[in-house]
């Protein structure tokens, strides 16, 4: 009698990756977002208008984003990737002799950027912004805070500073506010407005940090 033939052992099964095709429908729908944000308002934006402009299909939008506040919320998440890369960027250290220099640099990178951009004037800075985008908003400041008061750790020899709050991070909100105002009543952040909310943020930061604070 012939031997039984032994069954080819199957190989364990791997989680199919994310297809190409949805990839790039997410990508073309938040691409269409961004574009549409620059000429419309918030409030007027609809899912047909970014399924028109990215040229698919209105079902095949909702699969990925099934109301505004959540494509929002999703475009909110990359503007804050982009302020960690703006953050990271090394300092001029050769241009540093004063604790405010560090503000002075990372604040006109920020305006810098909310000046080029009017879909994150509108997410960030705008009046009408959801609640749910301002709380995230308040949550990644803590964290952008943390990356500041580093900065200032590796430069200068920092005195006790409060445990229950962030003060770096408070003073980048005390600096959006201002910022705010600039958009709601000139549609950007102007010359005298971007030094305000500068001069506020440094004049908040006072209140913690001497005038005189030694160099590492």
Known sequence: MADAA????????????????SLERRRAILDATRELLETTTISDLSLYQVADKAEIPPSSLYHFFPKVDVLLGAL?????????TIMNEPLDTDA??????ITRQLQARFV???RE????????????????IRHADYMHDDLLGRRIREYHEQLFQLPPLPKAYN?????????????????????????ELAREGRRAAQAY???YLPEV????
């Not at 032994?6 to 095709?21: D, I, L, Y």
């Not at 909110?76 to 990737?81: G, H, L, W």
């Open 6 to 21: 032994v069954p080819t052992p199957t190989a364990p099964r791997t989680r199919r990756k994310p297809q190409a095709r």
């Open 76 to 84: 909110v998440e990359e503007i804050f990737t982009e302020f960690d």
């Open 96 to 101: 540093i002799h004063h604790w405010t220099d």
């Open 112 to 114: 810098a950027y909310y």
């Open 117 to 132: 951009h009017k879909y994150v004037r509108d997410l960030i800075l705008g009046q009408h912004v959801i609640s749910t």
């Open 167 to 191: 003060i770096f991070a408070v003073a980048l909100q005390v600096a959006d506010k201002v910022y705010a105002i600039s958009y709601q009543e000139y549609g950007n952040i102007t010359e």
């Open 205 to 207: 930061l006072g209140l």
């Open 213 to 216: 604070m030694p160099k590492r």
